[in-house]
């Protein structure tokens, strides 16, 4: 990237109201057969044409060929029976109907490459693609084979390479594997949470990032989130590791957020993506807000590391919020950015 504080999103956007059902996860498909392929396609352009026309430096397809982060992905893997469903915890937070591992998990063909491929058609400006990351996607099943988080999780981690490699040869500038479930279960993640991380992005030479939120705007979230306290400290636990890691870029939620801004000192020398953009909250941060949640995180970052972004994906979001707030990242990331240049 060229330009000084490149804009981007943590990945997903809302999907129109002729595809899917707004504001909703796991929202059905209202299309079918070839008439879905299509629309997928037009939604995908649709997505991508908001992003310029807002000023969004890297883009994405805004996962509008994805039902939901974590499950799309795992639908494509065989080994795993989604007629079977067991009730899980999901992060130590809500309870949900998911399917069953029930065999030995394998990638059988590509999942995303071709909307990669797609995607890439369209535009010649960076593009970043999110992918779950292996241990939130562990946290999404129910596993009646391994019996052992962490050894799906190794599994998980082989398969997602072969995606990211395939990704990578589409043409993905930077890979992003989201995980919120770093912020729940420190001890996994520094045992061995960030070594299925790391097989995950082997032998890739373009850019990787892991995603750490508090998830979506939803009221298991929200809910979870008033349990924190004042100051939420969770990045704090698994910080360390991960700047010893060989991830590239860390995306953070910092907008309206208890997060202490003084913890990204613990991931200097990373490329770090600022959430400056609450996805929680319907109202649109002005210009001004923006610049002043970059301003602060450039206390602990450099200005060469620094990406402005999104708190988290804005799918469930209205349209025309998830717009204005896309203008508003831009908007502000442009007042610094001249700041750092006059
Ligand atoms: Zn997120």
């Known amino acids: 990237m060229t330009r000084l504080l490149p804009t981007s999103t943590a990945g997903s956007l809302p999907k129109p109201s002729w595809l899917a059902e707004p504001e909703k996860l796991w929202s059905p498909w209202k299309l079918q057969g070839d008439a879905l392929i299509e629309g997928k396609q037009d939604a995908l352009r649709v997505a991508l044409q908001e992003q310029t026309c807002a000023g969004i430096d890297i883009v994405s397809d805004g996962e509008q060929t994805r039902q939901h982060f974590v499950t799309t992905f795992i639908e494509h893997l065989a080994?795993?029976?989604?007629?079977?469903?067991?009730?899980?915890?999901?992060?130590?937070r809500y309870d949900a109907s998911v399917p069953t591992v029930v065999g030995a998990v394998s990638r059988e063909k590509p999942v995303f490459v071709e909307d990669a491929k797609f995607l890439r058609q369209q535009?010649?400006?960076?593009?970043?693609?999110?992918?779950?990351?292996p241990m939130t996607m562990i946290d999404t099943l129910y596993d009646a084979h391994y019996k052992s988080r962490e050894k799906l999780a190794w599994e998980f981690a082989a398969i997602l390479n072969q995606e990211a490699r395939e990704l990578e040869a589409a043409g993905v500038?930077?890979?992003q594997f989201d995980e919120p479930a770093y912020n729940v279960f420190f001890d996994e993640v520094n045992d061995w949470g960030i070594a299925t991380l790391e097989r995950a992005i082997e032998g890739l030479k373009c850019q990787t990032a892991v995603h750490i939120c508090y998830g979506y705007g939803i009221k298991a979230n929200t809910d979870w989130k008033k349990t924190l306290g004042d100051e939420w400290r969770q990045y704090e636990k698994i910080f360390p590791k991960i700047q010893q890691s060989n991830i590239d870029m860390v995306s953070l939620e910092c907008?309206?957020?208890?997060?202490?801004?003084?913890l990204i000192e613990l991931i200097r020398g990373k490329k770090v993506m600022v959430g400056a953009i609450d996805v929680a909250?319907?109202?649109?941060?002005?210009p001004e807000e923006v610049a002043a949640t970059l301003r602060k995180a450039l206390q602990f970052v450099d200005a060469g590391n620094l990406y402005p972004?999104?708190?988290?994906g804005m799918a469930p979001l209205p349209r025309a919020v998830a717009r204005g707030k896309l203008q508003a990242l831009a908007a502000g990331a442009a007042i610094v950015r001249q700041e750092l240049t006059a």
């Open 79 to 92: 080994g795993v029976d989604f007629n079977q469903r067991e009730t899980v915890r999901i992060r130590n």
């Open 123 to 133: 535009t010649k400006a960076p593009i970043k693609w999110a992918l779950p990351g």
């Open 173 to 175: 500038d930077i890979i």
């Open 255 to 262: 907008q309206n957020s208890h997060v202490p801004m003084d």
């Open 281 to 286: 909250s319907h109202t649109v941060e002005t």
């Open 309 to 312: 972004c999104t708190n988290c």
